[in-house]
C-alpha cells in the first residue's frame, strides 16, 4: 500500500482480490455483488485492521495511564484525523456517531432544537432518505415547523429556481439535502445550495452517504455547515459514521447525549462540558470500527478518489444505457448520475425480479429503497436497484442485463 | 436449480380464473402489504354456509397474485369455515413450493389473510 495508482482506470479483476466476499457463490453460481448502495464489502485491508486492533491494542480510550490506552487512544484519535482529512475538515469539526441517521439526529436534536422555531421551514429535497426526511419531521411536529420541497425536472435533477423561491420568503432556517440520490443517482449541486442558501443566512445539512464512497468530498470548497457520511458504505465496518459541522455552529450547540466522556466537570446537580469534539462523543465510542474506517479511508486514497468517481460514473452510465435497450424498461434519473441504476420492468414487480435475479446470483435491492416520498412522486411503489462500486465491472452489468432476459421469460409478456 | 417460480406459480399468475369483481358480494375486504405497499381485494358471496363464489383484485408481485388465484380455487364452492382451518403450510402447498424466504412469506400469506378479513367469523 505504498504506491499510488495514478491511471484513471481501475484494475477491478486486482481490487476484487482483496474482497473475501466476492468470492461466495449463491444458489451455486458466482455472487454479482450489485448492492453497494444498501452497504459496500469490505476489503482484507480493512478486516485485517479490525482484527489487528481487537488483537494487540484492545483498551478503553482517553484517561488511560497505561501504554495500551494510550496506544488504543492514538488510534482512536488517529482514525479522526484521517476522517478529518478525508473531508477536508479539522479533528474537532469531525465527529464519530454511529451512521449517518445518527449524525442527522445529533443536529436535529441539538442544533435543530435551539434554532428552529414555530413558523419555521426546513427546506429539503423530494430525494431524501427517510433519514433525512424523518429526523426534520419529528422536530418539525416537536415545534410547529414545516417541511418545504424542492421541486425536481421531469429527468430527477433538482430545479434550483424552486429553492430560490423557497428561500426567498424569508421563513427557511435550514436546507437539508441529499448529496447523491439512493434512488435516481442525481447528483445534488451542494456548492450552489450552498451559495444560494448562505446568501439569505441560512444553514446548510449535505447527507453524503452517498457520495462519500464514490466522489472526493471537501468541506470548505463546498461551504456547507453540516455534513454526514458513514463508513460501511465506503469499505468500512457498519456502527460507525462521521457528522462534520462548522465549528463556530458546533461549539454554540448544546450537547446530544450525556455520558461519560463528553463532560469537563461532573458535579451533584450539574455538569460542564468537554471541548470539541468530545462534548458531542458520549460513552465508550466504537474505537475498533474508527480503526476500521481509517482503514478504509486509507484504502479509498491509495487508488485515489478521482479514478473510482470516474469509474463509478462511467459504470452507471453503461448500465443506465444497457438498462435502456431492453424492451419494457424504465430507467429512472438523470444521465449524469452516481453509482445507481434504479428502474422497472413492464409486467414484472420488483419484488419478482429481485427474487429472479437471486436465483441467478444477483443481488440487487427492491423496493422504495427507504425513499418512499420519492417513489410516490415517480408513480411506481417499489423500483428494482443496482448499484455499483470499485469492484464491479461492465461484466457485472452484462450479467444483470442476462439475468433481467432469463426473468422476463419466466415472468415477462 | 429449482426456481421460486413454478410452472404451478406461472400458470395462476398469467391465466387467473379468479380475478375480477363479485357482482353482489356478501363478504369483501381490501389490504395492503406493508413491505411493497400492494394491495389486494378479496369478495365472497356466501349462500347456506357456502362459498357460492370468490374473486380477487389488485396490484402485486406474481407470488402474492398467484396465492391469491390458488388460495380462491380452493375454497370456492366449499364450506365457508374451511377459511378458518387453512394455514400458511396450506398456502404453500397450494403453491407447490416446500419453503419461501421470510421476505417473500409475506407476499404468499397476504391473500390469506385478506381473506381471513373478509369472513371474520364463522358463517
Excluded at chain 1, 200 to 207: K, N, S
Excluded at chain 1, 235 to 264: H, K, N, Q
Excluded at chain 1, 325 to 334: L, R, S
Aim: proline share 5%.
Amino acid at each position: 500500500m505504498t504506491t499510488t495508482i495514478d491511471h484513471q482506470t481501475l484494475d477491478v479483476p486486482a481490487l476484487r482480490a482483496d474482497f473475501p466476499l466476492l468470492r461466495r457463490t449463491m444458489h451455486g453460481k458466482p455472487l454479482v455483488y450489485l448492492d453497494s448502495a444498501a452497504t459496500s464489502q469490505k476489503p482484507r485491508q480493512v478486516l485485517d485492521a479490525l482484527h489487528d486492533y481487537y488483537a494487540t491494542a484492545n483498551a478503553n480510550v482517553h484517561r488511560g495511564v497505561y501504554e495500551l490506552a494510550e496506544e488504543a487512544t492514538a488510534a482512536y484519535e488517529g482514525a479522526r484525523a484521517a476522517a478529518a482529512a478525508f473531508l477536508g475538515a479539522t479533528p474537532e469539526e469531525t465527529i464519530f456517531t454511529r451512521n449517518a441517521t445518527e449524525g442527522i439526529n445529533l443536529v436535529a436534536y441539538t442544533w435543530g432544537r435551539s434554532a428552529i422555531r414555530r413558523g419555521d421551514l426546513i427546506a429539503v429535497t423530494p430525494l431524501e432518505h427517510h433519514s433525512n426526511l424523518v429526523p426534520w419531521q419529528i422536530l418539525a411536529a416537536e415545534v410547529g415547523a414545516e417541511l418545504a420541497y424542492l421541486d425536481l425536472h421531469a429527468d430527477g435533477s433538482l430545479d434550483l429556481d424552486s429553492l430560490d423561491r423557497i428561500l426567498a420568503n424569508g421563513r427557511v432556517k435550514l436546507v437539508a439535502s441529499t448529496y447523491i440520490s439512493n434512488v435516481l443517482g442525481t447528483i445534488a449541486p451542494v456548492k450552489e445550495i450552498a451559495r444560494r442558501a448562505h446568501a439569505h443566512g441560512v444553514t446548510v445539512l449535505i447527507d453524503a452517504a452517498q457520495a462519500a464512497p464514490h466522489l472526493p468530498v471537501d468541506v470548505r470548497d463546498l461551504n456547507v455547515d453540516f455534513l454526514v457520511f458513514t463508513a460501511h458504505k465506503m469499505l468500512g465496518p457498519m456502527g460507525i459514521g462521521v457528522l462534520y459541522g462548522r465549528r463556530t455552529l458546533l461549539e454554540a450547540m448544546p450537547p446530544f447525549l450525556g455520558g461519560g466522556e463528553m463532560i469537563r466537570h461532573v458535579g451533584a446537580q450539574r455538569s460542564t462540558w468537554n471541548d470539541l469534539p468530545w462534548k458531542f462523543e458520549a460513552g465508550t465510542p466504537s474505537v475498533g470500527d474508527a480503526v476500521g474506517l481509517h482503514a478504509a479511508i486509507d484504502y479509498l486514497g491509495w487508488i485515489g478518489m478521482e479514478s473510482i468517481a470516474a469509474h463509478d460514473r462511467q459504470l452507471a452510465s453503461y448500465a443506465a444505457a444497457r438498462l435502456g435497450e431492453i424492451p419494457g424498461v424504465t430507467v429512472y434519473g438523470p444521465e449524469e448520475r452516481g453509482a445507481v441504476a434504479a428502474f422497472s420492468v413492464e409486467d414484472i414487480h420488483a419484488h419478482d425480479l429481485a427474487s429472479l435475479l437471486d436465483e441467478q446470483g444477483i443481488a440487487v435491492r427492491a423496493g422504495h429503497h427507504c425513499a418512499q416520498p420519492l417513489h410516490d412522486l415517480l408513480g411506481v411503489p417499489a423500483t428494482t436497484r443496482a448499484s455499483f462500486y470499485l469492484y464491479n465491472d461492465e461484466r457485472d452489468v452484462d450479467q444483470l442485463i442476462d439475468g433481467i432476459d432469463q426473468g422476463r421469460r419466466v415472468l415477462g409478456p | 436449480m429449482s426456481s421460486l417460480y413454478t410452472e404451478i406459480i406461472q400458470d395462476a399468475y398469467r391465466h387467473p380464473r379468479h380475478r375480477g369483481a363479485v357482482a353482489r358480494p356478501t363478504h369483501s375486504h381490501e389490504d395492503e402489504n406493508p413491505l411493497c405497499g400492494d394491495t389486494l381485494r378479496i369478495q365472497l358471496r356466501v349462500e347456506n354456509g357456502s362459498i357460492a363464489e370468490a374473486r380477487f383484485d389488485g396490484r402485486g408481485c406474481a407470488i402474492s397474485q398467484a396465492a391469491a388465484e390458488l388460495l380462491l380455487d380452493r375454497i370456492e364452492h366449499q364450506p365457508a369455515d374451511l377459511v378458518h382451518r387453512l394455514t400458511r403450510d396450506d398456502v404453500l402447498e397450494e403453491l407447490g413450493i416446500p419453503s419461501i424466504s421470510p421476505a417473500r412469506l409475506k407476499c404468499a400469506l397476504l391473500s390469506l389473510e385478506v381473506l381471513r378479513r373478509a369472513l371474520p367469523d364463522p358463517v
